[in-house]
């Protein structure tokens, strides 16, 4: 992943409305979320929900999928693990010796 795409991806992740969004579905799991279903679980207006998600699938955070007459949202995993690498592949390169920490699980409510 380049410097441009991941300051893209960490851009969109950037606000809290973004982020309610991605970890909502995230939590949805594969078999995703109708907008219906988003803006249930977060209180979102309809027009505030789909800028956010048309700015996160620009991003190439979310897929979206037509399906009849909904369009099915799912969290892109791929590319959410590669941000959460990008971060991390650098751990420690300029100190021998260092072992990178384990971050203590969280739990976040959405």
């Given at each position: 992943?380049?410097?441009?795409?991941?300051?893209?991806?960490?851009?969109?992740?950037?606000?809290?409305?973004?982020?309610q969004?991605?970890l909502?579905?995230?939590?949805?799991?594969?078999?995703?979320?109708?907008v219906?279903?988003?803006?249930?679980?977060?209180?979102?207006?309809?027009?505030?929900?789909a800028h956010h998600?048309?700015?996160?699938a620009?991003?190439?955070?979310?897929?979206?999928e037509?399906?009849?007459?909904?369009?099915?949202?799912r969290?892109?995993?791929?590319?959410?693990?590669?941000?959460?690498?990008?971060?991390?592949k650098?751990?420690?390169?300029?100190?021998?010796?260092?072992e990178?920490?384990?971050?203590?699980?969280?739990?976040?409510?959405?």
């Amino acid at each position: 992943m380049d410097l441009e795409i991941a300051a893209q991806g960490f851009a969109a992740l950037g606000s809290e409305a973004r982020l309610q969004v991605v970890l909502t579905l995230v939590k949805a799991g594969q078999g995703g979320l109708t907008v219906g279903d988003i803006q249930t679980r977060t209180g979102m207006p309809a027009s505030t929900l789909a800028h956010h998600l048309k700015f996160l699938a620009s991003a190439g955070l979310v897929s979206q999928e037509k399906d009849g007459r909904s369009v099915i949202n799912r969290a892109a995993y791929g590319h959410l693990e590669n941000l959460a690498g990008y971060i991390l592949k650098e751990c420690c390169v300029d100190e021998k010796g260092c072992e990178c920490p384990t971050p203590p699980k969280e739990t976040v409510d959405v």
